[in-house]
């Protein structure tokens, strides 16, 4: 949409909210400080989903986790009562299959080597990608007598890893084994790059630590799909055909959500129940400006009641 | 030993051969490359580490290889004919034993939470060093419920990290727990740094690919032991107590060996039967020079019979 205000409007008044929602018809929401935070749902979120709907609204919940296919995703969405369709959830797992299916035209005739979860294989395979590992490999383990026995596998086309709680030696030589392979050519392809993951007790290493292993042995760099990297939000434009000068990116970091949006050229709602203060995001040395700051997205229902 | 000569000088003649010796008290010496190659020892290697030997030099065989104790390296060389005992090999895991005890002081009432093999436990056992982790965790599996379930432990002082076919999450996971707790200080160390090692069949992942999966979540960085990194070469001043100028570093690679002995101002002599060229050693944009340059370890033999 062109060039963006680079001082962020802060949205105080229930007239600011509305103007600042019928700029757009597309929002892509964040989960975690912006919708929740971890099982406990923030205040004002269930009313601001529904009065957004009902304004004809198309809300995609956008996340880096592989882990679960969106299928399961909605799952813990009915959990915390937000209303979602595996339509309205966009997970870096199926927005690999769909750079995999629409982006690249993974020849039907090659498969992918999956080290990751079941989200990963399940939406690979929802788009006819044939994929192989993933927990095929769960629990075997090399022994030093082994490394002659890992053999090139010509129809491997691609490498796909995300967060793999099942990580192991066989997993990482055999996708390594398949993309040193310069003549095969297969793609290396990651669901995304954070490093850590929030746990209840503390923070642990997430999908990019697992596979700073690969790219350190490769010497090579993989395409990594999710926030706040574009290949993401290239895959939601192919897949859903919004107007990005009619889309909002909505998210509690600076460094994820709103670089996500402003990569992509497209608007961005901080919110302030997160990760990212306000003090950061209008730090003059600050690169990353959201657009609009707002206290919560849970602060965007009190239009309807005005 | 202050500055050596930029230029390499080219052994070719008995005369030469004889000069260079007379030169040296001790040898460190690499061992795929210089000895043998896989397990075919090298020509004239059995004679010369005979030759040096009888004329009162110290030889002492130096590798980045962490997983096996040097008890076990003994044997290796035994099968391939050549004499060593415990006393002439200097490996990763040992150099990291040394660090600890003689460098470091590890106090007594601390453990090392080791993700490596059983060289490294081995060796740190042998100087008093309590140990966890390790073939403990072998298989040991985490679930996505079971983060809340590692817990910090104040008995770890330092983590060792080496070459482990055994890696799993639970001990990355583990090893990030204990490293990220800034206030229990716990020192990080890497056996070696090696991002591939060569097989039958082809390059694998080696201990600095697997190492950085915590590097990269941790954003610290480890001391790192092995070749050609200078904490080896001062554990090994540490633990022989040689005079630096009448000892000389014997390797194949300007990567690993030569940059080891030229880091650490001792003399280097680069054998031709390995890894890199002479005219990688000549070439004009080459920054690591060996000062010596030998068709192979195994012409020094011929002094003998001059």
Known sequence: MGSLPNTPQRLNTVEEYKSFVDKFDTFLLDLDGVLWHGSHVL???????????????RLVFVTNNSTLSRANLVKKFERL????????????AFATAVYLRNILNFPADKRVYVVGESGIVDELNAVGIKTTGASDDN?????????????????????????DINLNYTKLAKAFTYLNNKEQGAHFILTNDDTTFPAPN????????????????????????????KPMLDCFFSN?????????????????????GAQGGIATLMVLTGVSTEQEALDPEQPIKPTFIIQGFGELAKVKDA
Chains 1, 2 share one sequence.
């Open 202 to 229: 503390g923070i642990y290493p997430g999908t990019g630590s697992l596979c700073a292993s690969l790219i350190t042995a490769l010497k090579r760099k993989p395409l990594v799909m999710g926030k706040p990297n």
């Open 43 to 57: 205040d004002g979120v269930v009313d601001t989903v529904d009065f957004l709907r009902k304004n004809g609204k």
């Open 240 to 260: 859903y055909h919004t107007d990005p000068s009619r889309t909002c990116m909505v998210g509690d970091r600076l460094d994820t959500d709103i670089d996500f």
């Open 81 to 92: 009562g937000i209303q979602a369709s595996e339509k309205d959830i966009f997970s870096s």
């Open 139 to 163: 629990g075997i383990v090399m022994t030093h007598t082994d490394f002659g026995k890992i053999e090139q596998d010509p129809s491997i086309g691609a490498v796909v890893c995300g967060f």
